[in-house]
C-alpha cells in the first residue's frame, strides 16, 4: 500500500514539470522570453482600396496581433489589388495566427476595392468562424 502512496506521489509531482514544458515562449526584439498566450476571438480589418488590400487582426481590445498586405507579401503594380493577392495575404495571416489559437473573428471592411470579397472567403476557408461581417465604407452624400 505504501507503495502505491509513493508512486502516486511521484506522478502528481511530475505533472507540474508537463505543465511548465507545454507553455509556449517567444523572443521579444530585445532577447526577452515572453508566454505565448491564447486569443481565441478576434476582429479582422479589412481596407481593400484601388491599389492594395491591407488587412489588420486585432484582439477584443483592438492591440493588433499581425497584419500583411499585398505588397508585404511580395505583389507590386497593379497586382496588389486583386482577389488573388487578397487570397495571399490571408493565408500569411493564418500562418501567423496559429500560434493564438484564434479561431472566431469579427471582420470590418473598408473600401471597395476587389479584394474584399475574396478575403472574407479565404477566410472560411482557411478554419476562421466569422461571427459578423460589418461594412464601414463611406457614402458620399453631397449633403
Known amino acids: 500500500m505504501s507503495e502505491e502512496k509513493t508512486i502516486t506521489m511521484e506522478e502528481k509531482a511530475k505533472v507540474p514539470?508537463?505543465?511548465?514544458s507545454q507553455k509556449q515562449y517567444i523572443r521579444t526584439s530585445k532577447g526577452k522570453?515572453?508566454?505565448?498566450?491564447?486569443?481565441?476571438?478576434?476582429?479582422a480589418y479589412i481596407q481593400a482600396s484601388l491599389n492594395n488590400t491591407i488587412i489588420?487582426?486585432?484582439d477584443l481590445n483592438g492591440n493588433v496581433i499581425t497584419w500583411a498586405s499585398?505588397?508585404?507579401?511580395?505583389?507590386?503594380?497593379?497586382?496588389?489589388?486583386?482577389?488573388y493577392a487578397a487570397s495571399i495575404v490571408i493565408g500569411k495571416i493564418a500562418d501567423q495566427l496559429e500560434p493564438y489559437s484564434m479561431k472566431e473573428l469579427t471582420v470590418f471592411v473598408h473600401g471597395i476595392g476587389n479584394g474584399r470579397d475574396s478575403a472574407i472567403r479565404t477566410l472560411t476557408t482557411k478554419?476562421?468562424?466569422i461571427i459578423s461581417i460589418k461594412e464601414r465604407t463611406l457614402v458620399l452624400h453631397y449633403g
Open 127 to 129: 478554419g476562421f468562424i
Open 17 to 20: 514539470d508537463q505543465k511548465k
Open 56 to 58: 489588420t487582426i486585432t
Open 70 to 83: 499585398a505588397g508585404s507579401v511580395g505583389f507590386r503594380g497593379p497586382k496588389k489589388a486583386t482577389p
Open 33 to 43: 522570453r515572453r508566454i505565448m498566450q491564447t486569443v481565441p476571438r478576434g476582429r
